[in-house]
């Protein structure tokens, strides 16, 4: 706090001295003293252009050193296939734009410092060129068209149809946790309704289609290095977003509107451990749509696995009906009594 508190009188004592020197220059002014509001002005030319010089010289060098020193954080390990075009296209935008952002920046500055007020100088009068709009105008359209294209034609191969061999895993948000749900041998998802929502049966689905009888719900989201891995996403109340940053995987998980991310996992969670020198490293699924009080423990344990050791992962796998013999009861009955419903009204038109 007390450091704090010195910055601050520190800056208040230099925006007080501002003040007053302009103070000083306009009374000039009122006074008719042009001569001395001249020389006024001359010196607050000369240190504002060397400020702003000064500005751009330790400004850059600030930012050269914070992208240094952030780099690491920036870049984290990359573990997908299509990761790899996600990065290309960002520094080559990144790269592009970097460089008219230097050039201009640089030139604002020192243009600023070369052209500050002089009494022995007038400003040269340029109205128009149309050569130089043309150039100015048509340079920028080309780069941003090429831009667009590529980052058009990057993310139609992203979002092109999953493969279908994929590994399909349904995500479900839900203030505050993630919950996964696999389709057992069949390969295929039972149906869910929000209507069968309870605190047991969390996905709401439904235990009368027969797809649903091996359906899963491990507490970690496995998935086997090299194969194509169909995420079907969801929300089960408000907007959350999945976001696994090493598979370079963000998508929006909406109440209402399924969405859905397929993605090839290129590195397995041991291999990365060995690259990272972290044995406790762990992909993560995270939520990065600022979702409630609780938005902050959205986290769940992603795992890439070799495919050998994903089959022996799936063959330990229960279903989620075995293991909750009074949600099977339940719907037990629920299809006997419809079954006894159905009996009933195929006698009621025979006797018809």
Request: some cysteine.
């Amino acid at each position: 706090m007390i450091t704090i508190a010195i910055g601050l009188s520190l800056i208040l004592l230099l925006v007080i001295l501002f003040l007053l020197f302009r103070i000083g220059t306009l009374a000039s002014i009122f006074r008719g003293s042009t001569q001395r509001a001249a020389g006024t002005t001359k010196t607050s030319n000369r240190v504002n252009s060397t400020l702003l010089l000064l500005f751009l010289i330790l400004g850059g060098a600030a930012f050269v050193w914070s992208f240094a020193d952030s780099w690491d954080d920036m870049n984290q390990p990359l573990a997908s296939v299509h990761g790899e075009w996600t990065d290309s296209l960002f520094w080559t935008t990144m790269i592009i734009i970097g460089i008219v952002f230097v050039i201009t920046q640089v030139l604002l500055f020192f243009y600023s410092f070369k052209y500050q007020h002089k009494d022995n100088k007038r400003a040269y009068y340029y109205p128009h060129n149309n050569k130089l709009e043309i150039v100015w105008t048509m340079i920028p359209a080309v780069v941003m068209a090429i831009l667009v294209f590529a980052g058009w034609k990057t993310w139609t191969k992203i979002t092109s149809a999953a493969p279908e061999d994929a590994v399909v895993v349904e995500v479900m948000g839900k203030q505050f946790n993630w919950m996964v749900r696999y389709p057992g041998p069949d390969g295929k998802l039972g149906s869910a309704k929000y209507t069968l929502i309870d605190a047991t049966n969390e996905f709401g689905v439904d235990f009368s289609d027969p797809n649903s009888k091996d359906d899963f719900m491990p507490r970690e989201l496995h998935v086997p290095k090299g194969k194509p891995v169909l995420l079907k996403i969801r929300s089960r109340d408000v907007i959350h977003s999945v976001f696994m940053p090493h598979f370079r995987l963000k998508m929006d998980a909406v109440p209402g509107m399924p969405t859905k991310f397929w993605f090839v996992p290129t590195k397995t969670t041991a291999e990365m451990q060995n690259e990272t020198g972290n044995p406790d490293f762990k992909y993560e699924l995270a939520c990065t749509e600022i979702c409630g009080r609780g938005h902050f423990a959205m986290r769940f344990i992603v795992v890439v696995d070799e495919p050998e050791d994903y089959e022996a992962w799936l063959a330990t796998q229960q279903p989620f009906i075995e293991q909750n013999p009074d949600l099977m009861a339940k719907f037990t009955n629920k299809a006997q009594a419809s079954l006894e419903v159905e009996k009933k009204s195929e006698t009621t038109e025979v006797v018809k």
